[in-house]
Structures are given as C-alpha cells and as structure tokens.
Nanobody, 123 residues
Framework: VQLQASGGGLVQAGGSLRLSCVASKRTSSNNAMGWFRQAPGKEREFVAS????????NYGDSVKGRFTISRDNTKNTLALQMNSLQPEDTAAYYCAVGRSSYAGASPSAYTYWGQGTQVTVSS
C-alpha cells in the first residue's frame, strides 16, 4: 500500500486547511487509518484515527473540537479537516494505515505511512 498525502501549506492563525491522503490499494478499506504529525525536534504525535468503516473516530487532546477525520472507502481516500489552526499545529502531517480494523494513538498500531505534507501556521 502506498499513501500520498496532500493539502498542506501556509495559513494564518485561525484559518483552515483540508488534508487528503490517497491509498494505492483497496486493502486499506478494511483497516483503520490515522493522521500523525511531527514538528522539528519533537516526537511524532497522534492527531486522529478512524475505524475501517468510519464508525469510530479518536482525536488527540490538542485537536479535539477543531479537526475532523473522515474517509471514503469507495475512493480509497482519507481526509483531515483542520479548523481554527494555531501556530502550535505547525508540523509535517502523515497519514497511515492501521494493522487492523480499529487503531488507536500508538504509531506501532500502523503499518503503512505516507510521505508527509507540511502545514505551517503563522501567527
């Protein structure tokens, strides 16, 4: 499975961005998917996850109420709608495919990773 993330860019604080991730094979439709982010000098941070059918979602505490994860299994796509962006949201964002139908916040629960898309929020 190859993952291609896009949609990153430069935005002012309070603005919005929508990230997308396209998976190369339908195998991802049976698995949970997630978004992580990593800022320079920091560890990879869990952002959000979604179960195989979209029925269960989880969010990191820092993004709850501002970000929304969604997926379209007919198109093998994963999305992350990011609203009320803040400078501390600046990071490279990575999409990932879980090892099973449900996945949590640990990076070890994911098996395939995209290349990352950069999000920069200016104050």
């Amino acid at each position: 499975v190859q993952l291609q993330a896009s949609g990153g860019g430069l935005v002012q604080a309070g603005g919005s961005l929508r990230l997308s991730c396209v998976a190369s094979k339908r195998t991802s439709s049976n698995n949970a998917m997630g978004w992580f982010r990593q800022a320079p000098g920091k560890e990879r941070e869990f952002v959000a996850s979604i179960s195989w059918n979209g029925g269960v979602t989880n969010y990191g505490d820092s993004v709850k109420g501002r970000f929304t994860i969604s997926r379209d299994n007919t198109k093998n796509t994963l999305a992350l709608q990011m609203n009320s962006l803040q400078p501390e949201d600046t990071a490279a964002y990575y999409c990932a495919v879980g090892r099973s139908s449900y996945a949590g916040a640990s990076p070890s629960a994911y098996t395939y990773w995209g290349q990352g898309t950069q999000v920069t929020v200016s104050s």
